[in-house]
């Protein structure tokens, strides 16, 4: 915009409000006398648009005392033409209140309208919008984006489509294709006009309790000492290494020695402490080198020493290991939160559940790990869930605490920000109040922060948005279909691959794994360490304890498919039966 300035003080003009005429003759609003040119600072009612306006300057009719301001004066000559319009817009007479077609919110003020198209009206304030922008320097710096976003006159549906259905980043709401949006041209960042606009107090202050910007700490450290920070930093951190840390103090304090023994309730044998180095034979977890060595307690991954482990194996994948925590376990939990009534007692297996397979009642995942249970209730959980903290806090809503809450608490249909499914029906989740935040146990919980995969020499991290600069579709490197990146994936940086959160854990198994049916953010088979075998009177062979792959078929008995099943395999022949077939054969 054109200026005028004086090089020794701060007065400035605009180039039109200088170039204005001293006098106006025959002006149509007042048409017979002359208008004169007027600079006092006072204040005046403007005669055209009944404002009150102070220290401005105006026209004035000396004989009757009229008074116009000189936007009301200079009406005629305010004609835009807008690059959302193919006709040009003219500036109406005085201030109305309407719907403007730019941002579809109601507005009392100025207004440009199309002559041939009346109803297509534009307040001032979203007329004048910049056509290029950095967010951060239009919302005080609450919320930030590194590239410019660029003013979009319409959100075409296919397009809209095509971009996974986008929400607003700053208000999380939806889009309509008729609105005016600020778009990135690098990645899947969109923002309503008025969100990306606006440095008002009362319009940003709505968003500090949000967690969609800069959040503010509605808590205090302090009160807060063992507060728990997720997600964790990776495979080899989890819950209950961390609980069992607090309370035994075991981590890296252990006073046991290498090779003492212990006879443990879960196990036949005697089981060696490794407190210094793994044993020949026997290698650490590494999904780099595809090796796998899962805890028989919480079925998580051991990847240091301490551990222990039973000598008499005979098959390295399925020899038995103990985390050090997991063997010194405590016997009962009281006043559990998602079950109260009872206390439950630790069951490193479920003497009524099929080869030790149980569904936990919080994560709702299979598992045959070691449990926390009410027999008279028949209420079991992993004993990774028998430990859930009352708060927490998450980095996909920093600053706000998480607190544990039956979903039956609350009226209306609410979802899970990581899976983007329900949470009703569960027996506890994570929510934050202020903001109607809701996360699933195991999507708070079991997907650490950094991932490592063979498909990608860098660690992959999780991620709660779309990723910056990547402006293609999101496609899985491991099952290769496409996804949305509104629901958390894990995401390389460096060579812009991005993976389903639950096809990163797969390392062993073929990748044909996968089931594009299903959808949650968690694998569904985290909890349970495939192993052993099984005999059954109709086959003359003994049965691997598998997940079952797309080359495995249909089962010999109910003739479904096998793919993402728990299985029963054969190795010597075709016969494969699904769990519940297997389990029936038995009983």
């Not at 008074?67 to 003219?90: F, R, V």
């Not at 210094?276 to 805890?295: E, F, N, W, Y």
């Not at 949650?520 to 304890?545: M, W």
């Amino acid at each position: 915009m054109c200026y005028y300035s004086c090089k020794t003080c701060n007065y400035s003009l605009h180039k039109f409000c200088a170039e204005l005429p001293r006098k106006l003759q025959n002006h149509p609003l007042h048409p017979g006398h002359d208008l004169s040119f007027y600079s006092y600072n006072y204040e005046f009612k403007c005669h055209v648009c009944n404002l009150m306006q102070k220290n401005i300057t105006h026209y004035y009719c000396v004989l009757c005392n009229f008074q116009m301001d000189i936007i009301c004066a200079t009406l005629l000559e305010q004609k835009i033409n807008h690059h959302s319009h193919p006709y040009q817009l003219d500036r109406m007479p005085w201030p109305i209140v309407s719907g403007c077609v730019a941002c579809g919110n109601k507005h009392e003020g100025v207004f440009f309208q199309c002559t041939t198209c009346p109803r297509f009206l534009i307040n001032l304030e979203c007329a004048l919008l910049p056509t290029k922008l950095l967010i951060q320097n239009h919302t005080d710096g609450t919320f930030t984006h590194s590239h410019p976003l660029t003013l979009a006159y319409s959100f075409p549906y296919s397009e809209y489509q095509a971009k996974y259905y986008p929400k607003c980043r700053v208000c999380g709401g939806r889009f309509y294709s008729h609105l005016w949006i600020y778009i990135c041209d690098k990645c899947l960042y969109h923002v309503h006009v008025d969100c990306a606009t606006s440095k008002r107090e009362p319009f940003m202050s709505i968003f500090q309790t949000a967690s969609l910007g800069k959040t503010y700490k509605n808590f205090k450290e302090d009160e807060h000492p063992n507060l728990l920070h997720c997600p964790f930093q990776d495979e080899g951190d989890n819950l209950l290494k961390r609980y069992m840390s607090n309370q035994h103090e075991l981590i890296g304090d252990s006073k046991q020695h290498e090779g003492e023994m212990l006879n443990h309730a879960s196990h036949q044998h005697p089981l060696v402490l490794f407190d210094k180095q793994t044993p020949a034979g026997v290698s650490l977890h590494d999904p780099m080198k595809r090796i796998q060595l899962l805890c028989d307690g919480c079925v998580k991954p051991i990847m240091t020493v301490p551990f222990y482990m039973c000598c008499q194996y005979d098959d390295e994948q399925y020899c038995f290991v103990l985390h050090e925590w997991c063997a010194k376990l405590p016997p009962e939990v009281q006043g559990y939160v998602g079950h109260p009534e009872h206390t439950l007692f630790l069951l490193p297996k479920i003497p009524s559940k099929f080869f030790g397979v149980f569904h936990c009642a919080v994560c709702k995942l299979p598992s045959n790990g070691f449990s926390y249970g009410c027999t008279t209730c028949d209420f079991y959980v992993d004993i990774n869930c028998a430990f859930i903290p009352k708060e927490i806090t998450h980095d996909a809503h920093p600053n706000h605490l998480l607190s544990i809450m039956k979903p039956s608490d609350t009226q209306s249909e609410e979802f899970c920000k990581a899976c983007i499914y329900s949470v009703r029906w569960r027996n506890l989740v994570f929510h934050c109040p202020s903001c109607n935040f809701y996360i699933h146990v195991e999507c708070a919980l079991l997907l650490p922060r950094v991932i490592k995969h063979k498909c990608d020499k860098h660690p992959l991290n999780l991620r709660y948005e779309p990723a910056e600069n990547h402006t293609s579709k999101y496609f899985c490197e491991i099952c290769e279909d496409e996804f949305t990146p509104w629901e958390w994936f894990y995401h390389c940086n460096i060579c812009d691959q991005s993976m389903h959160a639950a096809c990163v854990p797969l390392i062993l198994q073929c990748e044909q794994n996968t089931y594009a049916c299903y959808r949650k953010c968690v694998y569904k088979f985290l909890n349970v360490k495939f192993g052993g075998t099984l005999t059954i009177e109709d086959h003359s062979h003994r049965l691997a304890f598998v997940q079952g792959l797309e080359s495995d078929g249909m089962c010999s008995k109910c003739r479904d498919r096998l793919q993402y099943k728990m299985i029963f395999k054969c190795l010597e022949c075709e016969f494969a039966l699904d769990f519940e077939c297997a389990s029936s054969s038995v009983n």
